[in-house]
C-alpha cells in the first residue's frame, strides 16, 4: 500500500514517523505550494497540488485541518484514491458534505472518517441501528485551551474561578463556530444521530489540566455514558495525541487481513 499525506503539522509528523518506523512511507507530501521549497526533515517527496499526486497511491491521509479537506478532499476522492480525515467538523457543511460524496462516488473512492479524540464511536454507531433517543457531547478544557475560539468572547478565560459552560446547542453549531475545537462533537453526531439532533456542551474548567470527553446516549438499546482524559501532542497543546494515533490506526485496519 502506498501512502501520501496531507500537512506537515504535528498530527502529520507523528504520523509520518510511525508510518515510516513501520516501513510504510509515506511516500509523498501535499503541502501549500509556498512550503515545496521549505526544511524537510524526513526528506519525502512534497508535491503542492492533487494533480501532481502520483498515479499510484492507494490512499491519502489528511492531517491539516478543515482548510484543507475543503480544498483538497474532492479532488483526491474523485482521482480515485481513498482518503482518511481527522477533519470530521468540516462535514457539518453540508455543502462539502455533498460535494465529498459525489466525489467518491464519481472516483470510486471512500472517504473514511478516523475516530479522533473521542472513543466508543463502534457503541454509538450499534446502537443507531436500533434506534437513538438522545446523544450529548460534553466537551471539556482548561480555560487555555479555548484561546482563539468564541469562547474568549463570551467568557473571561482569565478569571474563571469554576466550571463554565461557553456553549450548549447542536453539534452542527458546534462545529460550525469552534472549527477548530469541535471534531469530537462532529464525530459523535456522524456516528449517531447526526449534527442537528445531537446536543452539545462546551465547558471551560480551571479545575481540569486534561481534555475531557464525555458522552451520554440513550435509546431502545438502553443507555451508556463514556468519559476519555485525552493528552496533547508533547510538540503542540492543541493536537491530540489520541486524535493522531487514530489516524493510525485507521489505517493499520485498511492494511489488516483481520480487523474490528
Known amino acids: 500500500m502506498k501512502i501520501g499525506l496531507v500537512g506537515e503539522g504535528a498530527i502529520g509528523r507523528f504520523v509520518a514517523e510511525k508510518l515510516g518506523a513501520a516501513g510504510y512511507g509515506p511516500h509523498v507530501v501535499l503541502v501549500r505550494p509556498a512550503r515545496l521549497d521549505g526544511p524537510?526533515?524526513?526528506?519525502?517527496?512534497?508535491?503542492?497540488?492533487?494533480?501532481?499526486?502520483?498515479?499510484?497511491?492507494?490512499?491519502?491521509?489528511?492531517?491539516?485541518?478543515?482548510?484543507a479537506l475543503i480544498e483538497h478532499g474532492a479532488a483526491i476522492l474523485g482521482r480515485g484514491i481513498d482518503l482518511i480525515t481527522v477533519s470530521l467538523g468540516a462535514l457539518a457543511d453540508p455543502d462539502l458534505e455533498r460535494s465529498l460524496t459525489d466525489a467518491a462516488r464519481s472516483g470510486s473512492a471512500q472517504l473514511h472518517l478516523a475516530s479522533g479524540a473521542i472513543g466508543a464511536l463502534d457503541c454509538l454507531q450499534a446502537a443507531r441501528v436500533g434506534g437513538?433517543?438522545?446523544?450529548?457531547?460534553?466537551?471539556?478544557?482548561?480555560?487555555?485551551?479555548?484561546?482563539?475560539?468564541?469562547?474568549e468572547d463570551r467568557i473571561d478565560l482569565d478569571r474563571l474561578t469554576a466550571a463554565a459552560t461557553h456553549f450548549?446547542?447542536?453539534?452542527?453549531?458546534?462545529?460550525?463556530?469552534?472549527?477548530?475545537?469541535?471534531?469530537?462533537?462532529?464525530?459523535?453526531?456522524?456516528?449517531?444521530?447526526?449534527?442537528?439532533?445531537?446536543?452539545?456542551?462546551?465547558?471551560?474548567?480551571?479545575?481540569?489540566?486534561?481534555?475531557?470527553?464525555?458522552?451520554?446516549?440513550?435509546?431502545?438499546?438502553?443507555?451508556?455514558?463514556?468519559?476519555?482524559e485525552g493528552k496533547a501532542l508533547p510538540d503542540n497543546p492543541r493536537s491530540s495525541a489520541l486524535a493522531a494515533m487514530s489516524v493510525i490506526a485507521a489505517i493499520e485496519r485498511r492494511r489488516a487481513p483481520v480487523t474490528t
Open 40 to 67: 524537510n526533515g524526513t526528506r519525502v517527496r512534497r508535491v503542492g497540488s492533487v494533480a501532481d499526486l502520483p498515479s499510484d497511491l492507494d490512499l491519502m491521509v489528511d492531517c491539516a485541518g478543515h482548510a
Open 132 to 151: 437513538l433517543a438522545e446523544v450529548t457531547y460534553t466537551g471539556r478544557k482548561p480555560p487555555a485551551g479555548w484561546r482563539g475560539s468564541p469562547a
Open 168 to 228: 450548549d446547542g447542536t453539534a452542527r453549531q458546534a462545529a460550525t463556530e469552534y472549527p477548530k475545537n469541535a471534531n469530537v462533537a462532529a464525530a459523535v453526531a456522524l456516528a449517531g444521530m447526526g449534527f442537528d439532533k445531537t446536543r452539545a456542551r462546551l465547558i471551560a474548567d480551571p479545575d481540569v489540566t486534561a481534555n475531557i470527553h464525555e458522552i451520554h446516549a440513550s435509546g431502545t438499546f438502553g443507555s451508556f455514558s463514556f468519559r476519555i
